[in-house]
């Protein structure tokens, strides 16, 4: 499940290249903000689902008017959705609070925001690993 959106020639760019990448092996299913309903939808015998990304889906959310306490409250019910799935649920995720403190404030709402959805899927996960450089390094759980 894909959530980025192609609101620009470079981003169009982006998600070309995705595609690209991806093959004809993927199901790609592009979903900017309704992840709950849509993984509570899924039909299919995958072996896996990919969430690519939530911070891409937090910045749709806000975008959208939707308040910190409604991300936080979807975040609890993608959660419980999750945990219902037979599936393995690979979640993508950026880290944005490791910076400076952002001088406005919707970019500190966002960057507050995206830490409580990473902490609270973290906690509901067996596994989370964190990428440097392309280096992965487990920060919950063991690399597989």
């Not at 894909?2 to 990448?21: C, F, P, W």
């Not at 609890?76 to 037979?86: A, H, P, R, T």
């Not at 400076?100 to 906690?123: F, L, S, T």
Request: charged residues 25%; proline residues 2%; negative net charge.
């Amino acid at each position: 499940m894909a959530t980025s959106q192609a609101l620009d020639d470079e981003m169009k760019r982006r998600i070309a290249r995705h595609r690209k990448a991806r093959g004809s092996d993927w199901t790609t299913i592009e979903e900017p903000t309704k992840l709950t309903e849509t993984l509570a939808s899924l039909k299919t015998n995958c072996e896996a689902v990919l969430i690519d990304c939530l911070t891409i889906w937090i910045s749709n959310l806000l975008m959208d008017g939707e308040t910190e306490e409604q991300i936080i409250s979807r975040t609890e019910d993608l959660i419980e959705v999750m945990k219902k799935i037979g599936q393995s649920i690979i979640v993508v995720s950026n880290e944005v609070g490791a910076g400076i403190v952002p001088e406005n404030k919707i970019a500190r709402i966002y960057r507050d925001i995206a830490g409580i959805v990473n902490q609270r899927m973290a906690v509901c996960s067996d596994t989370v690993v964190m990428t440097v450089a392309g280096i992965p390094h487990a920060i919950k759980g063991t690399l597989r």
